[in-house]
């Protein structure tokens, strides 16, 4: 049932503050101001080597930017991959390790092939899954799993956001376990993970501003989203679902790679989505903008009050999301960027909900 929306996709979109809240009030306790996590781990935090992380498409994206969390919180090094190359790399694994697969769906055949791989080579499973009967779930030592719903729309929307939300607060207590992370540093993190629900209501209503820029985004060949930091997975979340949804071909790359390559693609035609919340690198972000209005191209820049203040470019478009504390942003930013491919998609009368090509589940490698 799609309510009062047009399409199962944007039903989602709009769900999203309320199953992220949901999913946060399942692993963080508010009132105490602390992360709960399952008391009865079988690996100690303390005492862990390495993170690995594998995933496919979306789901990777959210592993990626918790590559991030887990460094800063937890000092803790992570491997992230792409759940079809670590399947075959035959890497070296040291036993006793963490190996966290994400997935909505818990039936990606890839993703159980990393799975069983890193079983077989001595590390700890964690499955960040949607369906807990799944396949991946059963064969996973942990659950943890993600409070989306159903998810019927094939581009993953509210179970991306929700694997965010539970990746960032196993990282806030694997920091916490670890002595990075203090009671004072937990509270604040606690407090603003539950603001993000919060944040993304006021992000939804960018929704018209958005559908008015789609309109110009779908008469475009090519689109580059540039992002750094937590920003870089969202921009390639934002390309992602751009393709999949408008086939209008799109790249997200970090910021900082722009002069080693696709620079060369900037001219006149090619909009630039960076994706730049006001943060300790957003300098540099500014820097790769004037790179790209130097040589004419179109940016729309998606920041927050203080960064549009600070952007020192023309833009064709800013689109200013809420000032959010940094670790939720991800979270927040993925609104606006899956309502631009939304958007850019209805102008294209494309099939939003059934792309073409794509299947929901990819049981198959
Ligand atoms: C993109 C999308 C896919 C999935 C990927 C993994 O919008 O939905 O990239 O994220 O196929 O699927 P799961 O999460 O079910 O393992």
Not at 167 to 175: Q, T, V
Not at 289 to 302: D, K
Request: aromatic share 6%; with cysteine.
């Amino acid at each position: 049932d799609k309510g009062n929306h047009r399409h199962f996709m944007l039903k989602e979109i709009y769900e999203q503050p309320e199953v992220v809240a949901r999913t946060a009030a399942h692993y963080l306790d508010m009132s105490a101001g602390k992360v709960r996590l399952p008391a009865d781990l079988p690996f100690d935090w303390a005492k862990l080597p390495r993170i690995s992380i594998a995933a496919c498409g979306t789901a990777y994206l959210a592993g990626l930017t918790a590559k991030y969390w887990f460094e800063r919180f937890a000092r803790i090094q992570v491997d992230i991959d792409i759940a079809s190359e670590f399947r075959y790399r035959e890497t070296p694994m040291v036993p006793g390790g963490l190996m966290i697969v994400v997935s909505q769906s818990g039936e990606t055949a890839d993703t159980l092939a990393s799975l069983r791989y890193a079983k077989e080579n001595g590390q700890h499973v964690m499955a960040v899954v949607n369906v807990p009967t799944s396949t991946i779930a059963r064969e996973s030592h942990i659950v943890m799993p993600t409070l989306a719903g159903p998810e019927i729309g094939v581009a993953s929307t509210k179970a991306f956001t929700c694997q965010l939300t539970v990746l960032a607060s196993i990282a806030i207590a694997a920091g916490k376990a670890r002595g990075f992370i203090n009671d004072v540093d937990e509270d604040r993190l606690v407090r603003a993970m539950m603001e993000a629900p919060r944040f993304m209501n006021e992000a939804l209503k960018l929704e018209p501003a958005i559908a008015q820029l789609a309109k110009s985004l779908s008469k475009v060949r090519d689109v580059l989203y540039l992002g750094r930091g937590t920003s870089y997975p969202i921009a390639m979340e934002g390309a992602l679902k751009l393709k999949e949804l408008s086939y209008i071909h799109a790249e997200g790359y970090a910021a900082g790679e722009l002069k080693h390559g696709p620079i060369a693609l900037i001219d006149e035609e090619m909009p630039v989505i960076v994706i730049a919340p006001f943060d300790h690198i957003y300098e540099k972000t500014v820097s790769n903008m004037q790179e790209v209005a130097a040589r004419g191209g179109q940016i729309i820049l998606v920041t927050d009050a203080k960064g549009a203040e600070h952007a020192e470019v023309k833009t064709i478009a800013t689109i200013v999301v809420p000032d959010v504390p940094a670790t939720i942003a991800p979270i927040v930013y993925s609104v606006p960027i899956q309502l631009i491919a939304y958007h850019t998609a209805v102008e294209m009368g494309t099939d939003v909900d059934q792309p073409r090509n794509l299947a929901k589940s990819v049981t198959v490698e």
